[in-house]
């Protein structure tokens, strides 16, 4: 017996949110597409007919809720699965949004552990069996602040940021002077006390920069073994010394 991989279609106008999901749902054995605007997104769901929609409540030419009462209305038979993706966490929103027909809020900011929990918990039975459940997160030891400095921020592939001739035209963190000089200074060799030397900037405050950058999904962080490290343990450390 093939089992069928579940396609998943990411409609969101941040493609690093795109990029961090779809890394994430690719490596656990999803088909994933992506769409950055919502007519584009309703235009790849009937050609490309996936099980899982993972939709943004804010699109720059519609919103999330439009899109779900389309999709309830154009496809009454099909057990098409949607989540919303908001920041806004009042159960007023949330309870709209079910009612136009979304199946679950995720909320961001959104862990990897939670996402992969959410999509399988929701998909059909017969799906269920192409994608082994995941597994629940490990307990992740505290980390000293000590460790961080040795650690390696990488910068994600931002397919927007790289398109422009600057990436610093982008809003978010990156429009303060000293976060756009550390973004530039990481190439995926220097460490974080590395990074703090080059720029001539205390360790705590260039954590402190990191850790923004991590929470914006424009950067990872790995260990001195190359493995990748999450962001509240990150944060965490750097709240220690700020306690």
């Known amino acids: 017996m093939i089992n069928i991989r579940p396609k998943v279609l990411i409609i ?7 990029l961090f999901i779809t890394s ?15 007519q584009e997104g309703l235009a790849k769901l009937m050609s490309w007919r996936p099980q899982c929609l993972i939709v943004d409540v804010l699109l720059p ?28 966490e009042a159960a007023l929103d949330q309870s709209y949004g079910l009612r136009q027909g979304a199946d679950h809020y995720l909320s961001q900011p959104l862990t990897a552990e939670t996402l992969l929990l959410e999509i399988w918990q929701h998909l059909p039975d017969d799906l269920r069996t192409a994608i082994p459940p995941p597994s629940p997160a ?4 505290l980390l000293s602040f000590h460790a961080l400095l040795e650690f390696t921020p990488r910068r994600l592939p931002d397919h927007e940021m790289m398109r422009v001739s ?5 809003p978010g963190p990156l429009k303060h002077e000293q976060t756009r000089r550390l973004y530039s200074a990481i190439n995926g060799k220097k460490t974080v006390s590395e ?8 360790p705590e405050e ?27 343990s990150v944060c965490s ?7």
């Open 12 to 18: 969101h106008n941040e493609a690093s949110t795109c």
């Open 61 to 88: 030419d519609m919103s999330g809720y439009a899109i779900c009462r389309r999709v309830r209305q154009n496809f009454p038979e099909e057990m098409i699965r949607i989540f919303l993706m908001s920041s806004q």
């Open 24 to 38: 994430i749902l690719q490596q656990a054995g999803y088909e994933v597409d992506i769409s950055l605007m919502g």
């Open 237 to 243: 450390a750097l709240k220690h010394t700020e306690g």
């Open 206 to 232: 260039t954590a402190r920069l990191l850790c923004m950058l991590l929470k914006e999904k424009r950067i990872q962080m790995h260990d001195i073994d190359g493995q990748l490290i999450d962001e509240t």
């Open 138 to 141: 490990p307990l992740q030891p």
């Open 195 to 202: 990074l703090a030397m080059t720029l001539g900037v205390k």
């Open 166 to 170: 600057s990436p610093f035209a982008d």
